[in-house]
């Protein structure tokens, strides 16, 4: 079993900073490729951004304002996220790779982009 537990949702006003982690842990054999989605009501869920191997990639609508990273020792990936805008708010949930072709996934943080 490999569990993953995300922290660091809640409301924030718009243009406003909130920083997601996400740690894995568990039978984890070999952590891959590490990524963040999301899904706003009445939406399918949705890749926001993934990292591995050093290589990150982002949604159109967040390149600029969103930053992925992971710290392997720890078994973490992160997500920064600025400037933020009410159509960021959704649930966002953290997705890995822990062993070749096994993924996993969070419980979700709810996002909440408000004034």
């Known amino acids: 079993q490999v569990q993953l537990v995300e922290s660091g949702g809640g409301l924030v006003q718009p243009g406003g900073s909130l920083r997601l982690s996400c740690a894995a842990s568990?039978?984890?054999?070999?952590?891959?490729?590490m990524a963040w989605y999301r899904q706003a009501p009445g939406n399918q869920r949705e890749l926001v951004a993934s990292i591995t191997s050093g290589i990150t990639y982002y949604r159109d609508s967040v390149k600029g304002r969103f930053t992925i990273s992971r710290d392997n020792a720890k078994n973490t990936v992160y997500l920064q996220m600025n400037s933020l805008k009410p159509e960021d708010t959704a649930v966002y949930y953290c997705?890995?790779?822990?062993?070749?072709?096994?993924?996993?996934w969070g419980q979700g943080t709810r996002v909440t982009v408000s004034s």
């Open positions: 997705n890995a790779e822990w062993a070749i072709g096994q993924f996993a």
């Open positions: 568990g039978s984890i054999v070999s952590l891959g490729a």
